[in-house]
């Protein structure tokens, strides 16, 4: 199988702030990675470099076998970032007639990636007429006109409505079966879940976690439990395998590696205890925990 | 390849202009009217100049094209994320940066045609074709470095900033550099820093075509001011935030 990413111990500061501390993550081609951390974990920091909006302080991106600081390189790319307006004076079909131009591919390919997104009615709309999550196809739009080896979608879905992110959903997986290598960060991360082959998580500017979803749920604080009970808190955040514990009142709301530990401690000094549930923690709750339990080992 | 993706550049500055009217009333309504205002006032006294009066108002209009047009819009790209997507495509940095200087000229021949159309209008000036032609000429070329500068603030600054620093910049370079008044009616110390000007050497080379003037300093003038403005643009781009 072809590595169409492979990022190799990469660094970045803004003065002081650490955003990159020594990531290292691949794509293979035809492979969907989804890149999952709180904000500021340095997601959007990786991204830039990936797609060679920034030179990291150290390590190296490749595209391919290139460095996406060439043109010819982020030619192979296809991207849709965060915060783009268009330009209020073109249309949709300049836009994307444009894109072809500039990845040197023969302008048919522009009409293609149109009615690939659903965009040939809105051809002659000002782009930035569009709403939100028109406006995000036309970015993919403009990213699939080359055939990309890789996508780089930065919060793709942020703004569009269920029936638009299906179908986004649905176009990524038909490249992705063709073989274009994808990655993606998004903050809805049970979709992440449902349609990553790989999740890595990012953390503070390093990788806290990678693995098949399976994988994470299986080997990070999968359990959660909440109760009603007079034990205090602090005793059981003491109690082993427990990663997070959030308290009100007498409800409690326990993530942990394990869920029996948790139970017997609490029927233990409580026998009156209350609403018990034992869960499966999901992705979302496995992804707040382990970045919680960072942030209280680094202070 | 290069040539279509230069070409579609070219082509999306020039519908920015066209398709941006606000834009054409500052660019093309303000020299044209200066002129055509002073014509009228003073058009008697410049019928023994006839086309000589072309150049400083003709100067100030290309001026005001070339010096506000790229900055502005390439602010305008930098601020909405636009020129973060050129970036990514993968189209070189120089075709950016020229796709938005070239577009200014016909923008600038626009200008410079309205300027000509206004004075015939008025009437009472004589004009030679080829001396007016010639005159085009040196100005459309003469005042491309200018748009370096103009792409450099552009990549700096937000839109609204630019407007106002590069009309801060043109209105003071016009007036000291002697295009709305002759450097007698100036303060001793404005018109001696106008002759310093770039944009003052500007207008002596337009005139070279009228009165057979030396040329040389003035062109070697405008070869520095286009040294100094690629380079400045060229550093301003590559570190802007895009």
Do not use: C
Not at chain 1, 5 to 17: F, K, M
Not at chain 1, 120 to 132: H, T, V
Not at chain 1, 200 to 224: D, I, K, M, N, S
Not at chain 2, 144 to 157: D, K, M, Q
């Amino acid at each position: 199988m072809t590595t169409v990413l492979t990022v190799r111990d990469v660094r970045h500061a803004y003065g002081d702030n650490i955003a990159l501390d020594g990531v290292t993550l691949s794509v293979e081609a035809g492979e969907l990675v989804a890149l999952l951390g709180p904000n500021g974990a340095g997601k959007t920091t990786l991204v830039r470099s990936i797609i060679g909006l920034l030179q990291p302080s150290a390590g190296s991106v490749r595209v391919v076998d290139g460095s996406p600081s060439q043109a010819v390189v982020r030619r192979r790319l296809g991207v849709v970032q965060q915060d783009v307006g268009f330009p209020t004076t073109l249309t949709v079909r300049e836009v994307v007639v444009g894109a072809a131009a500039r990845a040197g591919v023969d302008r048919s390919r522009a009409k293609a990636a149109m009615e690939e997104m659903g965009l040939s009615g809105l051809a002659k709309r000002r782009a930035s007429d569009l709403s939100g999550g028109q406006q995000q196809r036309l970015q993919l739009a403009m990213g699939l006109v080359a055939d990309p080896v890789l996508l780089v979608l930065d919060e793709p879905t942020a703004g569009l409505d269920a029936a638009s992110r299906k179908a986004f959903w649905a176009t990524l997986d038909a490249r992705r079966r063709q073989g274009t290598g994808v990655l993606l960060t998004t903050h809805i991360v049970e979709e992440a879940a449902a349609l990553a082959d790989r999740v890595v998580v990012l953390h503070q500017g390093r990788v806290v976690a990678e693995g098949t979803p399976a994988e994470l749920r299986r080997t990070l604080p999968g359990r959660r439990v909440t109760a009603r009970t007079s034990v205090p808190a602090e005793v059981l955040r003491a109690v082993d395998g427990v990663v997070s514990v959030a308290a009100r009142d007498e409800e409690v709301d326990i993530t942990a590696t394990e869920a029996e530990p948790v139970v017997r401690t609490m029927l233990e000094l409580d026998p009156a205890v209350s609403d018990l549930v034992v869960a499966t923690a999901s992705l979302d709750e496995v992804l707040i925990a382990l970045t919680e339990t960072k942030e209280e080992l680094v202070a | 390849m290069r040539a279509r993706a230069m070409w579609l550049e070219i082509k999306d500055e020039l519908l920015g202009i066209l398709r941006e009217p606000t834009a054409l009333f500052f660019s093309v309504l303000m020299p044209v009217g200066f002129f055509t205002f002073f014509a009228a006032m003073f058009g008697d006294t410049w019928n023994d100049a006839g086309t000589a009066m072309i150049v400083p108002f003709g100067t100030f209009g290309v001026l005001a094209v070339v010096l506000m047009n790229p900055g502005i819009g390439m602010a305008d790209a930098r601020q909405r994320g636009w020129l973060r997507v050129k970036r990514v495509s993968g189209i070189p940095l120089w075709m950016t940066l020229i796709a938005k200087v070239t577009a200014s000229i016909p923008y600038a021949l626009a200008v410079l045609g309205a300027i000509t159309a206004s004075a015939v209008l008025v009437g009472g000036m004589q004009f030679h074709l080829g001396e007016v032609a010639a005159v085009f000429a040196v100005l459309v070329l003469g005042v491309l470095p200018f748009a370096f500068f103009s792409l450099a603030i552009g990549s700096r600054v937000g839109t609204n900033a630019a407007a106002a620093i590069l009309n801060a910049i043109l209105m003071p370079a016009a007036i000291a550099s002697g295009l709305w008044f002759p450097f007698e009616m100036l303060p001793d110390m404005v018109a001696r820093i106008g002759r310093a000007l770039p944009t003052y050497h500007l207008a002596q080379l337009a005139m070279r075509p009228l009165d057979g003037g030396a040329w040389m300093g003035h062109l070697l003038v405008l070869a520095a001011t286009a040294a100094v403005g690629a380079a400045l643009a060229l550093m301003a781009y590559r570190s802007a935030r895009l």
